[in-house]
């Protein structure tokens, strides 16, 4: 099949035409010809508003039920949802039922993604069940098929397994995450400790729990050597911290979540659970030190941190509502309103797939093409009808967002919204 996009504006900085309007003609899954204008040939031609393109699209931190949470998602229509929002690949959490803690579980994840236009790679448990007891089948998992290891938005909480892990990961590159929580701090925690958790009588989760934890896991890992992740963090401490590591040369990266760069816990105002989130929503200063942190570089990748959740576990007193937002379909939208359209794409494309070593195939002639489609002008209010995920649980319902993606071009299939 040979598929041809018109008038596209390409944004690649490796690209020898990036910020430059051309057709792109697809032969077969490869990029065949970019010039300023290709003739119709009976191609299958896409034409469409203010069309922009992209190396695709990568999210480190996708949550899909299954196995065993399907009525939240399921792989199938997950997979679908990050095509149509853009994504050629996702990175795919262990917490499901069962956890994704052996080799058997990696490659039933594969198996179930093979065939569908957006990638799925494993990010296996990093302990046994997710518990943070032993450490699980890291090298077995790895040579089948998990890009990463981490016990999803669960703190480690002894000291030595962090450090064993991050010993034994050096034998075979493995790439450790920590979630940046010290559980002993925040205790019972679920808001941000501050002046809206006070007025609203909400039990205050502090600052202090995630800087403490990433403390504690940076001279870790200066003691130990090897790679460490440190995802979702939410405050202007943690990016000093991570900042200062990377001075040192510390082998860390680290992620921001879309919802932490967007919205302050001043939405708490409602009680509303979709803003339920962990970590929680943090302040205005906190979200700009966060922008800054993209910008600077500090910060590697942005993530759509999408946790689809059912409704009889979401729609509850905001007290006893599951932590989680899905974000798939808003992530653009949201982000290009804070972010230069530049600084989106590097953060979510070439700079995540280095780090979990993905190939970012750039938008050149005799190239593979796995390309996202986008319009960065949309201005619109997101709503139930822009959300194709199974489960509703979107903190950005409601919210005017700017820019939109039309789909995805990824292993010779169009995927259009």
Request: aromatic share 8%.
């Amino acid at each position: 099949m040979t598929t041809l996009l018109k008038s596209a504006t390409i944004i690649d900085t490796s690209s020898p035409y990036h910020h430059q309007q051309k057709d792109i003609l697809i032969t077969n899954g490869i990029i065949t010809k970019i010039e300023d204008s290709i003739e119709d040939n009976n191609y299958q031609v896409v034409t469409l508003d203010n069309l922009h393109v992209s190396c695709g699209w990568f999210d480190s931190s996708v949550s899909f039920g299954e196995p065993g949470y399907e009525e939240r998602e399921n792989i199938k229509n997950g997979l679908n949802v990050a095509a149509k929002s853009g994504f050629t690949a996702v990175a795919v959490n262990a917490n499901s039922n069962p956890v994704i803690d052996n080799k058997a579980a990696v490659e039933y994840l594969i198996h179930k993604a093979n065939g569908f236009a957006t990638s799925l790679y494993p990010i296996a448990a990093l302990t046994q069940n997710s518990k943070g007891v032993d450490i699980a089948e890291l090298y077995d998992m790895q040579q089948s098929g998990a890009i990463a290891f981490a016990d999803y938005n669960k703190p480690i909480a002894k000291d030595n397994l962090m450090k064993i892990a991050l010993l034994y990961a050096q034998n075979f590159d493995g790439l450790i995450f920590s979630f940046p929580k010290n559980n002993s701090i925040a205790g019972e925690g679920i808001a941000n400790e501050g002046i809206n958790s006070t007025r609203l009588g909400l039990k205050g989760s502090p600052a202090l729990a995630e800087h403490i934890q990433i403390s504690r896991d940076l001279y870790l890992l200066e003691y130990t050597g090897g790679k460490l992740h440190i995802p979702t963090i939410s405050t202007t401490k943690s990016v000093e911290l991570i900042k200062e590591a990377k001075k040192k040369g510390l082998q860390v990266t680290c992620s921001v979540s879309v919802h932490h760069l967007t919205l302050s816990d001043d939405e708490l105002h409602g009680f509303d659970s979709n803003f339920k989130v962990n970590p929680p929503l943090r302040t205005k200063t906190d979200l700009k030190s966060l922008i800054k942190g993209i910008k600077s570089g500090v910060i590697d990748i942005i993530t759509s941190d999408h946790n689809p959740i059912d409704i009889e576990h979401k729609k509850l007193e905001f007290s006893e509502a599951k932590d989680g937002t899905i974000g798939l379909e808003s992530a653009f939208g949201a982000i290009n309103s804070v972010l230069d359209l530049d600084d989106f794409i590097e953060n979510i494309t070439s700079k995540p797939k280095a780090i979990f070593g993905i190939e970012n195939l750039s938008i050149q002639e005799n190239n593979k093409a796995e390309i996202t489609l986008f319009n960065p002008e949309q201005n619109y209010t997101f709503t139930k009808e822009d959300i194709l995920s199974t489960s509703k649980n979107s903190a950005f319902l409601d919210k005017k967002l700017k820019g939109k993606a039309y789909g995805i071009y990824a292993n010779n299939q169009l995927i259009l919204k």
